[in-house]
């Protein structure tokens, strides 16, 4: 059965498909075939008939195998707001998305699941994306964005994966905020707070150099 993780954040908007293809990246420099999903998203727009979203095009990009757009991202919302909101007409189900996983497993040795949001965002209204870790039985990678408020922010997402029954498989520091004063030691004060290891620290970039990324991480 091939190996899986899933990947939240602290926040929306903090690097978690950068991430996301940073670890496949590292995990295809080590000689494993990986495949990516992001089940849940919003502010998706029309392409050749059907709503995409880029963050899932990018995943489906760097897939060791070739897949169907649906395989990657099978709930896909417009409106730019939470799934909950967005998905009202077409709801997210758990279990679709785990069956979807599950046929995943079958094509790759690793699979990268990247959440909707932070960790108690919601994806319907009576499950968030903890539920969604849980029904997968994934351990867990933070993409924590180092920024102001960034420890409070990954100590509280920490706990929260804790007191899920999850394994937390570690952190990655993704550096969004080229201004922060004292970057390192907001890295270093969050590396002694979580018990759970450092997997990589990204540095800001505008643009991504994936590859780059991907030797920054060790898993």
Same mark, same amino acid.
């Given at each position: 059965?091939?190996?899986?993780?899933?990947?939240?954040?602290?926040?929306?908007?903090?690097?978690?498909?950068?991430?996301?293809?940073?670890?496949?990246?590292?995990?295809?420099?080590?000689?494993?075939?990986?495949?990516?999903?992001?089940?849940?998203?919003?502010?998706?727009?029309?392409?050749?008939?059907?709503?995409?979203?880029?963050?899932?095009?990018?995943?489906?990009?760097?897939?060791?195998? +070739?897949?169907?757009?649906?395989?990657?991202?099978?709930?896909?919302?417009?409106?730019?707001?939470?799934?909950?909101?967005?998905?009202?007409?077409?709801?997210?189900?758990? !279990?679709q998305v785990v069956s979807g996983f599950e046929a995943l497993q079958e094509l790759a040795d690793i699979v990268l699941v990247e959440g909707a949001g932070g960790w108690y965002s919601p994806l319907n209204?009576?499950? !968030?994306?903890? !539920?969604?870790?849980?029904?997968?039985?994934?351990?867990?990678?933070?993409?924590?964005?180092?920024?102001?408020?960034?420890i409070n922010h990954a100590r509280l997402t920490y706990q929260s994966i804790k007191q899920s029954g999850v394994s937390c498989a570690g952190w990655i520091a993704m550096c969004t905020d080229p201004e922060?004063?004292?970057? +390192?030691?907001?890295?270093?004060?969050?590396?002694?707070?979580?018990?759970?290891?450092?997997?990589?620290?990204?540095?800001?970039?505008?643009?991504?150099?994936?590859?780059?990324?991907? +030797?920054?991480?060790?898993?």
């Open positions: 059965m091939a190996k899986g993780y899933f990947i939240t954040g602290t926040d929306t908007n903090v690097g978690k498909t950068w991430a996301t293809i940073a670890l496949m990246r590292y995990f295809k420099a080590q000689g494993k075939s990986v495949v990516g999903m992001k089940p849940v998203a919003s502010g998706c727009v029309m392409r050749d008939g059907q709503l995409k979203n880029e963050d899932a095009l990018l995943i489906q990009a760097n897939a060791s195998v +070739e897949l169907s757009y649906d395989a990657i991202n099978p709930y896909a919302y417009e409106l730019p707001v939470s799934p909950h909101l967005a998905g009202i007409k077409n709801p997210v189900i758990l !279990d209204e009576q499950e !968030d994306n903890s !539920d969604l870790a849980v029904a997968l039985a994934l351990p867990v990678s933070i993409v924590v964005a180092i920024r102001l408020g960034c922060l004063l004292n970057r +390192e030691g907001n890295i270093q004060t969050i590396k002694a707070a979580l018990d759970a290891p450092l997997l990589g620290v990204l540095p800001y970039m505008e643009v991504a150099d994936f590859s780059f990324f991907a +030797e920054q991480l060790a898993l």
